[in-house]
């Protein structure tokens, strides 16, 4: 089932499914069993909380791990049939379709009760708003920066501690790296054929320079505009000086992040939550990412979590949530699991005042340049397979980049489809 074909089975009218609303802040624990389904990316913390939150409450949570390319399909069979579990979380670029779908309860009163509400990450908040309610939480942050290899720094002549400022900066750093000759070593990496990939990470270097990726209501695209061009031809030019590495152009996504985790690449954009694994083999440095100019900016990525229309045990379900935003699972579990916290008033915490990395990862994700973008068709326009997005850089990077007005238009159409 594609994700716009869900509109079709959200069991009724758009937001109709009842707020978890009357049990206080907290929501109820009375030893109720409860259902949560997750993809499996996100297992290692899914995990984490699940295993925390049942270990200290009445409630208990049955974890579902649902194999990422099976997820929608299931979330989809499931809200046609009325069978969706208490909790399940989705896909943040997917969260604006299933919200207008009415899949998920209005959570927007039991939001506005938390002590800390105006404190939770507000591109997610964002993401799970439709027509002024509140729908998610964030479940899962997953934030793009830039990675760099301290050691072929080093090796060519660069500052190992200090990263690339500017898209400029990106590109002298990626070329010096190529410079050094090295077999197997390549300046820079990106997947050439992955429109998540790229929608990751270079969304936020238009971001970082002051511009935007879609008009508000995310039904046009503006991925033609002056940083936009800047961007592409950085990557053009890059790709053409030999500083990609080998296999780019038919990187689908699945092997993205190897080479650089195999000490192959000098710098590229990254997923800040596999910064524990390339640390094991790599000595990694970590930046926000540039724009034209200067600037940082993020793509806030991950999973967001609400509770579903089907579930008759809301204000449980609600106890949950609002126990995954407190401070010990916040903190006490995703900040230990080396993930992101989703509240601002929490990203200084005992974990991230250990590696300044993580304290500058976690201030990255809430500046006013870090966006989620909406759009209830970004599945359609971007990432799938073949998408007029893909087509997009394809032609900007491996092209002569004339088509650009023309494939922005076919991104805004894709973007507009009923």
């Not at 990609?244 to 000490?263: C, L, R």
């Not at 094991?280 to 926000?288: D, F, I, R, S």
């Not at 990412?289 to 579930?311: A, C, H, L, R």
């Not at 990862?361 to 966006?371: F, L, P, Q, T, Y």
Request: proline share 6%.
């Amino acid at each position: 089932m594609t994700i716009s074909g869900l509109a079709a089975c959200g069991g009724g009218d758009k937001g109709t499914a009842a707020a978890p609303a009357g049990a206080g802040v907290d929501g109820v624990d009375d030893g109720s069993p409860l259902t949560l389904w997750t993809r499996a990316p996100l297992e290692l913390q899914a995990k984490a909380l699940v295993q925390a939150y049942n270990g200290s409450h009445k409630n208990q949570v049955k974890l579902s791990i649902v194999p990422n390319d099976d997820y929608v399909a299931k979330v989809g069979a499931a809200a046609g049939s009325g069978d969706l579990p208490d909790l399940f979380a989705a896909d943040i670029v997917y969260v604006p379709n299933w919200a207008k779908a009415g899949l998920f309860a209005d959570l927007t009163d039991s939001i506005a009760k938390l002590p800390y509400a105006d404190k939770i990450n507000k591109a997610h908040l964002a993401a799970g708003t439709f027509e002024n309610k509140k729908y998610v939480l964030p479940f899962v942050l997953d934030l793009s920066v830039m990675f760099w290899n301290k050691d072929l720094y080093k090796q060519a002549g660069l500052d190992p501690e200090k990263g690339p400022a500017t898209l400029a900066e990106f590109k002298e750093q990626a070329l010096a790296v190529q410079k050094l000759n090295k077999p197997g070593v390549s300046g820079t990496f990106f997947g050439g054929n992955c429109g998540g990939c790229n929608v990751f990470t270079w969304f936020p270097m238009i971001w970082a320079s002051g511009e935007d990726v879609m008009n508000p209501e995310g039904t046009k695209s503006l991925l033609n505009g002056t940083a936009a061009k800047q961007v592409y031809s950085t990557w053009h030019d890059l790709q053409a000086a030999g500083a990609v590495a080998p296999g780019s152009k038919e990187e689908t996504g699945a092997t993205w992040v190897a080479a650089f985790q195999q000490g192959k690449v000098g710098v590229m954009p990254y997923p800040a939550t596999l910064l524990p694994t390339a640390d094991k083999t790599v000595k990694v440095g970590v930046a926000p990412i540039p724009g034209v100019n200067g600037g940082g900016s993020t793509f806030v990525g991950g999973d967001g979590i609400g509770v579903s229309k089907d579930s008759k045990k809301s204000q449980q379900a609600w106890n949950f949530l609002a126990w995954m935003m407190s401070e010990k699972g916040q903190v006490d579990v995703l900040a230990k699991n080396n993930t992101s916290v989703a509240r601002s008033d929490l990203v200084d915490n005992q974990y991230s005042a250990k590696d300044p990395r993580v304290a500058l990862i976690n201030e990255v994700a809430g500046r006013a340049d870090s966006k989620t973008p909406v759009a209830v068709n970004f599945q359609q326009a971007f990432n799938a397979p073949g998408s007029p997005w893909v087509t997009l850089f394809r032609n900007q990077v491996y092209g002569n980049g004339s088509s650009l007005d023309k494939d922005n238009e076919a991104v805004t159409r894709a973007l507009g489809q009923q």
